[in-house]
């Protein structure tokens, strides 16, 4: 018996050429959309505890009249009631510094006062030279790796 010739059935090479290239032009579009979402993500994570770190500050200041000493590298209840998580690779390291150092571009007011920074540290996959800062007056403001100061967040 002889075959028919239409009765192989498949796909050509040109048809997979071009699903592969539509799925190439689809990944190329989605994965920076993605990878912006997940910067978006922490940046969103330590802004948001340093407005916990604020809140405890001031917790602090109500209870002892003074807020706490300056801190490079904030531990877990090193203020009452701060506990960024256990994660073994934080994403970001957090530090007070006491009194405030004018960093967003505000006068610093007189009395006490207070800065908050939230650094990345290497396994965020930011850059390390990054810092997000918070302070007393609840100034926000993010000085970019090329020194750049951002005001507000």
């Known amino acids: 018996m002889s075959e028919k010739r239409g009765a ?3 796909f050509t090479l ?3 050429m071009v699903v592969i290239a539509i799925l190439a032009i689809i990944a190329a579009i989605a994965i920076p959309i ?3 979402y997940i910067k978006d993500a ?31 590298a ?3 209840n090193a203020i009452p009631g701060w506990n960024p998580g256990n994660d073994p690779n934080p994403l970001f390291t957090y530090a007070i510094q006491n009194p405030d150092q004018s960093v967003c571009g505000v006068a610093a007011p007189a009395g006490p006062s207070y800065d908050l920074v939230a650094t990345p540290t290497a396994t965020s996959g930011l ?14 403001c993010e000085q970019l790796p090329s020194g750049t100061l951002v005001i507000g967040w």
Do not use: W
């Open 8 to 10: 192989h059935r498949g």
């Open 127 to 140: 850059p390390t030279n990054e810092y997000f800062y918070l302070d007393s007056q609840n100034d926000r």
């Open 74 to 76: 904030l531990t877990p």
């Open 34 to 36: 993605y990878s912006h």
């Open 42 to 72: 922490k940046i969103g994570r330590a802004e948001s505890n340093l407005v916990l770190l604020s809140t405890l500050m001031e917790r602090y200041y109500q209870n002892n009249n003074t807020y706490p000493a300056s801190n490079p």
């Open 14 to 16: 040109v048809e997979v």
